[in-house]
């Protein structure tokens, strides 16, 4: 290493829009229960969440996640740290079930509903969870391995069960019986959440100081080995990226007119960082949407509100812009517009902006940085190609292979530094030592570029990176291009192997235009590419398989 770095300077700090700090006081709140309960002091009556029609204040939020917190501590007599599953949806029974596992003391453990039993086995085994809250669509993964796990206390919950009477009783005999969305399954002495609330509420809460160094999530990652691991994710970490966030988006300042859509499910970092968290410090609304696949009943639903703000992924956004109402949409209200989990690609952002008259900007993170790391300005809310600059209170620095810096403008690997980070793997030390460097910067695996502004522009994963004959070709940059033929829906590349050039590029396409061939594709990406860089290979499929959040899976595309 240098002695004297060249991102020391910081020079990004002069991109920062007025009025957002360079620093972040992050004593603000002592831990996530505080910023609950201040906003529930300052925000009572308004509305926190809405759900299907169904509107959730910020005083209900006090009451549901107190009693479920009393019936967590004396109920289940579980203690400070124990660890507690919540697998389901975007419901209001969610924010219930983890701010209701926080004011115990307790750890949360968010579980992505769609995984399958073996990924399910694996989670709760290696976070040891005590208890978990779990919607019945998903009972029957959980009973396959329920005796193979710690779990002691199984809670369930229908989609309807925080709708006021009839109408939850009508939700859930529509869910389970006319939609027949709820597998037949069986769990002996499972505790519906509606038992666990009555039961908590006849009980004593006990506040239970937290500090920053308290865990608050340990929220689970693929990274780059087949089984995931537990981000320790402390109240000090979600705290701090609460505040960078919230300063960078001090455009969303009206308490009780601020309105997030959230189709991004909250067990994501993104979405319960800025759609929770941010959202509930000021005071704001999110309307939670359980199944963004359905797009018919998604658009209806943004027809409904004046929402001020937007977070999604790259394929949510393309898949509303191909939606047959998107511009029956009021979008007039709209202040932020955010792509992040992925590239934004500009196709999409150009459409978008058309389309809406409004900028789609994007922002940078991990699970392991709770999540920000970056941010495009938001005083120029248009798409640029780059991530846009750190976060306050964030370090970053560039490296090669060998851990040392390297020039502005040259490519190296992203390592950041800052309150966001996480503590480190659960209970993986080994895995800790490779991701953190000597000099406590942690590794973010992903490949990135700073200009002379301090803007960073990611070029791909170091995993995902393709050599063709010795060059370097990144699967983003592929696809950015591709997507800009208007034929094309969605697309994906990787690199295959190859006789002659070590590998070769693929792309693999979702067509728009049925009659679009290979010939015409690969002759639009000889005048959009270098030579080596062109698909050697262009396989059209009808659907790219994809994460819950919406990511496309290359690593399944390779076979």
């Not at 939020?61 to 009393?70: E, H, K, M, V």
């Not at 009943?297 to 977070?311: I, S």
């Not at 952002?349 to 389309?355: D, F, H, P, S, V």
């Amino acid at each position: 290493m240098a002695k004297q770095s060249v991102y020391a300077e910081k020079i990004w700090l002069k991109q920062y829009p007025a009025g957002v700090p360079t620093e972040i006081d992050v004593s603000e709140y002592s831990s996530l229960a505080d910023v609950l309960e201040k906003s529930i002091e300052r925000y009572r009556s308004l509305v926190a969440y809405e759900c299907m029609g169904v509107s959730f204040s910020y005083d209900d939020l006090d009451r549901y996640s107190q009693d479920f917190a009393s019936y967590l501590q004396n109920v289940l007599g579980l203690n400070k740290g124990d660890r507690v599953a919540v697998m389901m949806p975007n419901l209001l029974q969610y924010p219930v079930a983890i701010f209701g596992i926080l004011r115990a003391g307790l750890v949360v453990v968010n579980v992505n509903p769609l995984y399958t039993p073996r990924e399910l086995e694996h989670q709760l085994r290696d976070s040891g969870a005590r208890a978990i809250v779990i919607v019945e669509n998903f009972c029957v993964t959980l009973q396959q391995v329920l005796d193979k796990t710690p779990v002691e206390t199984v809670i369930t919950t229908q989609l309807g069960d925080m709708h006021p009477f009839p109408k939850n009783l009508l939700v859930n005999a529509v869910v389970k019986y006319r939609k027949k969305l709820v597998p037949k399954w069986e769990i002996p002495d499972a505790v519906p959440l509606r038992t666990a609330l009555a039961l908590g509420k006849a009980e004593p809460y006990h506040r239970v100081p937290l500090t920053h160094q308290d865990t608050a999530f340990l929220q689970y990652t693929g990274g780059t080995t087949g089984l995931s691991k537990g981000a320790q994710l402390l109240h000090g970490n979600i705290v701090a990226n609460l505040l960078q966030m919230r300063a960078w988006m001090s455009m969303l300042n009206e308490p009780g007119k601020e309105c997030v859509i959230t189709a991004l499910p909250l067990y994501h970092i993104f979405a319960l960082s800025v759609n929770c968290l941010v959202f509930m410090s000021i005071g704001g609304k999110s309307v939670l949407i359980p199944n963004p696949r359905d797009m018919d009943a998604f658009v209806a639903e943004l027809r409904r509100h004046r929402f001020t703000a937007f977070t999604g992924v790259n394929t949510l956004y393309n898949g509303l812009l191909h939606s047959p109402d998107f511009d029956k949409i009021d979008f007039s209200a709209l202040k932020m517009v955010v792509g992040g989990g992925t590239a934004v690609q500009q196709a999409v952002a150009e459409q978008w902006q058309k389309r809406t008259g409004k900028g789609l900007t994007e922002g940078y993170g991990l699970t392991e940085t709770s999540p920000g790391v970056s941010f495009s300005p938001l005083d120029k809310p248009a798409w640029n190609g780059t991530i846009g600059v750190p976060l306050p209170s964030t370090e970053v620095s560039l490296r090669d292979d060998d851990n040392r810096e390297v020039p502005l403008g040259e490519p190296g690997e992203l390592c950041v530094k800052g309150p966001q980070v996480m503590a480190g793997y659960w209970q993986k030390p080994e895995e800790n030592a490779k991701v953190f460097t000597v000099d406590g910067y942690l590794k973010t695996g992903d490949v990135a570029v700073m200009d002379e502004r301090g803007y960073l522009r990611i070029v791909d994963r170091k995993k995902d990176m393709i050599l063709v004959s010795g060059f370097n070709v990144y699967p983003n940059e592929i696809e950015a291009v591709v997507a800009m033929h208007p034929g094309v829906l969605e697309c994906a590349c990787i690199g295959v192997p190859d006789d002659k050039s070590g590998e070769a590029v693929k792309v693999f396409v979702v067509r728009k235009d049925p009659n679009l061939s290979v010939e015409v594709l690969r002759e639009f990406c000889k005048q959009q590419l270098t030579g080596y860089k062109v698909p050697k290979h262009i396989e059209f499929r009808d659907a790219l398989p994809k994460t819950p959040v919406g990511k496309i899976l290359r690593k399944e595309l390779r076979g």
